[in-house]
């Protein structure tokens, strides 16, 4: 069973600043890693697959890359509506990190 | 566009089975490249995958649930079902169903339904 860790747990920025989420895989995944947010109360909303596509209708200030056990979550600038909570998922789902307003 | 609905009772005693259906619209369950799986989120926590059906009837569960989880599908109805057996308060959540697409390295969720919160208690 793959084991996918986040860091950090919580991420406290400002908008407009850039916002860097890592997740680690307990072995390599090649390519197969997903990017989720969810808002409080909402449904996860996809947002990258493959690692680095982003899904549609997902803004360009949202990246990924990585492959093998690393991979990366970029926001660019964050919008007030980015703040939210952050999963990566394989086939099971990492624990998530928190972007709030600092 | 794709929607999917969750029903079912948001109460279920202790020892009892938990039933939830799931209803996809704007598209069929019977297409190839999806499977149909189930989530849950324990209150305040993360996500949990729980299983997937493919429309053939072909299944997949979480090692970690796999003794008490059933799920299949309908597709004359355009639905799938969920069922955990044995629950206690731990099975306390909120569960979505989704639509899992395949992509060129593996699979991810792109269509949720909105969650259904199921309580466990007598």
């Known amino acids: 069973e793959i084991v996918l860790t986040q860091s950090p747990a919580t991420l406290s920025l400002s908008p407009g600043e850039r916002a860097t989420l890592s997740c680690r895989a307990s072995q390599s995944v090649s390519n197969y890693l997903a990017w989720y947010q969810q808002k409080p109360g909402q449904a996860p909303r996809l947002l990258i697959y493959?690692?680095?596509n982003r899904a549609t209708g997902i803004p360009a200030r949202f990246s990924g890359s990585g492959s093998g056990t690393d991979f990366t979550l970029t926001i660019s600038s964050l919008e007030p509506e980015d703040f939210a909570v952050y999963y990566c998922?394989?086939?099971?789902f990492g624990p998530g990190t928190k972007v709030d307003i600092k | 566009q794709v929607q999917l609905q969750e029903s079912g009772p948001g109460l279920v005693k202790p020892s009892q089975t938990l039933s939830l259906t799931c209803t996809v619209s704007?598209?069929?369950?019977?297409?190839?490249?999806?499977?149909w799986s189930w989530i849950r989120q324990l209150p305040g926590k993360g996500l949990e995958w729980i299983g997937y059906?493919?429309?053939?009837?072909?299944?997949y569960y979480n090692p970690s649930l796999k003794s008490r989880v059933t799920i299949s599908v309908d597709t004359s109805k355009n639905q799938f079902s969920l069922k955990l057996s044995t629950v206690t308060a731990a099975d306390t959540a909120v569960y979505y169903c989704a639509r899992e697409f395949w992509t060129n390295s593996g699979t991810a969720f792109d269509h949720w339904g909105q969650g259904s919160l199921v309580t466990v208690s007598s």
């Open positions: 493959d690692a680095s």
């Open positions: 059906i493919y429309y053939i009837g072909s299944t």
């Open positions: 704007g598209g069929s369950i019977s297409s190839s490249g999806y499977y």
């Open positions: 998922q394989q086939r099971l």
